[in-house]
């Protein structure tokens, strides 16, 4: 069943069945350039990510939105793993690492968080932000950290997770045009590309400090407040769509259980935080 948004801006449906999911893939293979986002939920048991949506919007027709908990994520790689597609998302490096999680390779992945970045001179630049400076459009993102494992979903969260990827697309178009204007398009677009990693790889590792941080002793009351903190940062990394490690340290969470800081000042003397964490 083909769905509209409640102000008749874009439609989309949503595929729970496999055959009608590899019909989409097919058709979407055609396209040069899509939207692209996922949604995700965190598995405390076995401490980690699991992809519970994809949805990919081409430039006209509705926008796909595909049930992964239902029809797995086989059928959409000869989409996601085609390097002949442009698939624009925002902090696209999240999508990728997700959907390599699931044993997908994403090719042809742009992202537009970088574009953004070279574009505009924001003081944030969150798809929400990007599409309310260009559009004029907020974006309800309260439905970020809503439960994407839950079934069925409602047809709030199915529309929001819809118009994600349809806003990704806009935003992409949009930035290109500003990008060609102040002719930098063509150095943008290649630092904005996204290349897969391969199953178990990271990021090159930084070149070790000669200077060591002394390692800190806690107490179990400490570690008991490490642990909720630990909690805190893995939600706040989830809703920013980051990795846990680019909200603070674990060395800031221990000097935080230890000190306790009771002032800005104090604060402000906490290992790994500067005045913009602050």
């Known amino acids: ?16 069945d496999e ?18 986002d996922t ?17 990919v919007a081409p430039p006209a027709g509705e926008v796909v939105v595909a ?11 000869p989409l996601l793993e085609s390097p002949e597609v442009k698939m624009v998302a925002h902090n696209a490096r999240f999508d990728e690492a997700v959907l390599r999680g699931a044993g997908v390779q994403a090719f042809g992945l742009i992202d537009t968080l970088r574009l953004s970045r070279m574009a505009l001179t924001l003081g944030s630049h969150s798809l929400a932000s990007v599409a309310e400076y260009l559009f004029g459009q907020p974006l309800d993102k309260s439905l970020q950290n809503s439960n994407w494992r839950r079934r069925p979903l409602t047809r709030t969260q199915l529309e929001y997770a819809a118009l994600d990827a349809r806003m990704s697309l806009l935003v992409y178009e949009e930035l290109l045009r500003l990008l060609d ?35 800190i002793v806690l107490t179990p009351e400490e570690k008991r407040v490490v642990a909720s ?3 805190w940062r893995l939600e706040l ?14 060395r800031t969470l221990e000097h935080l259980a230890r000190e306790r800081p009771a002032t800005l000042e104090a604060l402000s003397a906490i290992y790994g935080l500067g005045e913009s964490k602050i």
């Open 181 to 215: 204007e102040q002719g930098r398009l063509e150095v943008a677009l290649r630092a904005s590309e996204v290349a897969p990693r391969k199953p178990g790889e990271t990021a090159k590792p930084r070149r070790r400090r000669a200077a060591q941080v002394p390692e």
């Open 39 to 55: 949604e995700t939920y965190w598995d405390a048991k076995t401490s980690q990510m699991h992809v519970s949506l994809v949805q």
């Open 237 to 250: 990394a989830n809703a920013r769509r980051v990795p846990a490690y680019m909200i603070c340290p674990d």
């Open 19 to 36: 055959a009608r999911l590899h019909e989409a893939v097919e058709s979407l293979c055609g396209e040069m350039v899509v939207g692209l």
């Open 229 to 231: 903190l630990k909690k």
């Open 1 to 16: 069943m083909v769905w509209k948004d409640q102000d008749g801006r874009f439609a989309w449906r949503l595929i729970t």
């Open 67 to 77: 049930d992964v908990l239902a029809t797995g994520v086989r059928p959409r790689r």
